[in-house]
């Protein structure tokens, strides 16, 4: 069954077994602006909760994206580099930016659901 | 001088410019900058009002810059002194850009100057003018320097621009790019120059304060207008290839490094006679140590401000501003780099996050200018 979490560092998890889809919030895009470069991470990057895993650069400033949980890169969102504006019109789907396979699902408590999120970002 | 109650130090609340509830009105984005409350994009975003400007005509509130008036029977001498510019020779209604140098040679602001034919009038960077006008005050004995602190400053820029002021002002469609003039803009006495920092064509307008709001409601109501921010002032500047203030432009950097040498008279380059002379002549004879260059990285990651430069491994240069350039699709960039390597088509690496990315050195501007010569 898939979960939908989010972090204080406005990026979302979806978890599906023990594999975790990461992007950036739709909060987050708004507030980056257009978006025009991402470097993500290698794939069998081995990453703790915290780490700087991706680069989400927009008009405007260029952003750290942390891992939200630790464990192996398994995928990246090629896509992203020939059409970084896909996190601005996509951020929770298409604009995915890495999956990483859990390491430590305990971690995954410490997260936000999407409703304390939304409360979140209101603070 | 005028009385400057409306300007403070940055460090109190940021001042509103004359339009700021019309900012409000338009969702903008409203930051700190240069002391003043300032649209830095508005809801359509930095890329859209980026394209929008080169595409049909932005309108920007730059009421934060220093408007100055010089008045006296020398002021035209005096002021050359300050400036390495040919401002005697400004014809009426001319309009030259120019730099204040200091004693080492660097420059101290970039600014406009425009004959009027009964005064000088000035504009000058938001950041700076305070220092400008405590420069000028004590290094123009017999010249009034006022502030224009009562008056708004709108840039109407793009391809649209002039039909669209022409609506309102059939005289501005003639009028050549570097020239100014008082015209009468919804029945308000204006001052009109055809001038910008985007590259394109365009016009400043100044006008009384209380004057901006209904001046900036009339443009924006013609739907090739749109209004532009901040962030995209920048971009546009920078595909421009014009000097940012504090980056490309500081204390330590001369004229000739900044590759305006263009701006400082023929005459003047010989006979001297302004602050920091000795070195720009030096270095008009012998060649300066470092150039200010255009930068196009490989790739999509962007290079900014404080980026090294390196050559087989060897720091060489720093990159001034970067960004991405909207109207050239990619990431573009400025920076200062030994006179050696500064040829067009040499290669470089540029140190971002630790990593060398490839580039290389490039003819600016980047993006055509489209000015009108008339």
Redesign the interface.
């Known amino acids: 069954m898939a979960d939908l979490k989010f972090t204080e560092e406005h990026e979302w998890v979806l978890i599906e077994d023990d594999i975790a889809t990461c992007g950036v919030s739709d909060y987050a895009q708004e507030q980056l602006g257009d978006v025009v470069f991402v470097e993500l991470p290698e794939v069998g990057r081995i990453v703790n909760k915290d780490d700087e895993c991706a680069v989400v650069e927009s008009v405007k400033a260029a952003s750290d994206v942390f891992a939200p949980i630790s464990g192996e890169v398994i995928e990246v969102n090629d896509t992203l580099e020939g059409d970084p504006s896909l996190v601005n019109s996509d951020a929770g789907g298409d604009g995915w930016f890495f999956k990483i396979r859990l390491s430590d699902p305990d971690e995954l408590d410490g997260l936000m659901d999407e409703a304390e999120y939304i409360e979140f970002c209101k603070r | 001088m005028s009385d400057d109650t409306s300007d403070h130090k940055s460090d109190d609340a940021p001042l509103k410019t004359p339009i700021y509830d019309l900012h409000v009105e338009l969702g903008a984005k409203l930051v700190p900058f240069a002391g003043h409350a300032m649209p830095?994009?508005y809801p359509a975003?930095?890329?859209a009002e980026h394209r929008h400007c080169r595409a049909a005509a932005g309108l920007f509130d730059v009421s934060h810059m220093g408007q100055v008036r010089l008045s006296g029977p020398d002021a035209a001498a005096a002021l050359e002194r300050l400036v390495p510019a040919d401002i005697q020779g400004l014809g009426h209604g001319q309009m030259r850009y120019t730099l204040f140098t200091n004693a080492e040679g660097g420059v101290l602001d970039d600014l406009m100057v425009l004959n009027r034919g009964d005064d000088l009038f000035l504009v000058v960077n938001a950041a700076c003018k305070h220092q400008d006008l405590a420069h000028m005050t004590a290094n123009l004995p017999g010249v009034t320097v006022d502030h224009q602190a009562d008056r708004g400053l709108l840039a109407l820029q793009g391809p649209a621009a002039a039909e669209v002021l022409a609506k309102h002002a059939p005289d501005v469609a003639a009028m050549p790019f570097m020239t100014g003039r008082a015209l009468m803009l919804a029945g308000v006495p204006c001052l009109v120059t055809r001038s910008g920092y985007t590259g394109e064509d365009g016009y400043e307008i100044g006008m009384p304060a209380d004057a901006a709001e209904a001046i900036a409601r009339l443009l924006l109501a013609d739907p090739a207008v749109a209004p532009v921010g901040l962030?995209a002032r920048d971009?546009l500047r920078l595909e421009a290839g014009l000097c940012l203030y504090g980056h490309e432009l500081d204390p330590t950097i001369s004229p000739v490094e900044a590759g305006l040498v263009w701006t400082i008279a023929k005459h003047r380059r010989a006979a001297g006679g302004f602050l920091g002379a000795e070195r720009i002549q030096r270095e008009l004879a012998e060649k300066p140590a470092r150039r200010r260059v255009g930068v196009r990285p490989e790739g999509?990651?962007?290079a900014?401000d404080g980026v090294e430069i390196r050559i087989d491994g060897a720091v060489v240069g720093q990159i001034t501003s970067g960004?991405?350039g909207?109207s050239v699709d990619g990431?573009i960039a400025m920076g200062y780099i030994e006179a050696a390597h500064a040829k067009v088509g040499t290669r470089i690496d540029l140190m971002v996050?630790g990593q060398a990315r490839p580039a290389e050195i490039v003819k600016l501007p980047f993006h055509p200018h489209n000015y009108f010569r008339g």
Do not use: N
């Open positions: 830095v994009q975003g930095v890329m962030g971009s999509r990651a962007l900014r960004g991405y909207p990431p996050r």
